[in-house]
């Protein structure tokens, strides 16, 4: 009888890379995930949190730029970025998946808020477009977070057409299936 994936060390799927070596990282041992990530994410919701106080953050906003977790570390400081980049190669699809699909989703807010941002659009409407953008990604990164940490449920990270609602409302679309007047 085959040994359950549960009891099989993930890490164990890296040649010569004996699981110590996640100790003293934020590298979970269990999905091969990093929390360091989220830091792409958060770095754009921190722009957007100041957009109403500081509109000269603007600019900075618009300077994001999406990043899939391979890049994120490619470009990174971080100390184990390469440790990083290979335990995601070999990760579980599971965990893998349902992180890249929240980034996904992430990403499509951003960059639909920051294409609305570089519209001609008042300091009141820029304001009130981050402050949504900021509702609509908290929850997803928490949510992602929860993926690298190893708390996989049956459920989906992120009803996709919660996103794409998201997105519509950044443009003034009615949703699909709705009527628009």
């Known amino acids: 009888m085959a040994t359950p994936p549960q009891q099989i060390s993930p890490a164990a799927?890296?040649?010569g890379v004996d699981p110590v070596h996640f100790d003293g990282t934020n590298i979970n041992p269990v999905t091969l995930l990093a929390t360091d990530y989220l830091n792409h994410f958060n770095e754009a919701i921190m722009l957007l949190e100041m957009l109403p106080m500081a509109p000269d953050c603007k600019e900075d906003f618009l300077d994001w730029r999406p990043?899939?977790?391979r890049e994120h570390f490619a470009a990174s400081h971080?100390?184990?970025r390469d440790l990083a980049i290979a335990a995601y190669e070999v990760a579980d699809p599971a965990f893998r998946g349902?992180?890249?699909?929240i980034a996904d989703h992430m990403n499509v807010i951003l960059t639909a808020a920051?294409?609305?941002?570089?519209?001609?659009?008042?300091?009141?409407?820029?304001?009130a477009l981050a402050t949504a953008a900021t509702r609509w990604l908290k929850p997803m990164?928490?949510?992602?977070?929860?993926?690298?940490n190893g708390e996989l449920r049956g459920e989906s990270p992120?009803?996709?057409?919660?996103a794409q609602d998201a997105v519509d409302?950044?443009?003034?679309?009615?949703?699909?299936?709705a009527s628009a007047g």
């Open 158 to 162: 992120s009803d996709e057409s919660e």
């Open 13 to 15: 799927a890296l040649p």
């Open 98 to 101: 349902l992180l890249d699909e």
């Open 141 to 148: 990164v928490g949510r992602a977070g929860a993926v690298i």
């Open 114 to 127: 920051g294409e609305a941002m570089r519209q001609d659009l008042s300091a009141h409407t820029v304001s």
């Open 78 to 80: 971080f100390k184990h």
């Open 67 to 69: 990043m899939s977790y």
């Open 169 to 177: 409302a950044l443009f003034g679309r009615a949703p699909e299936g």
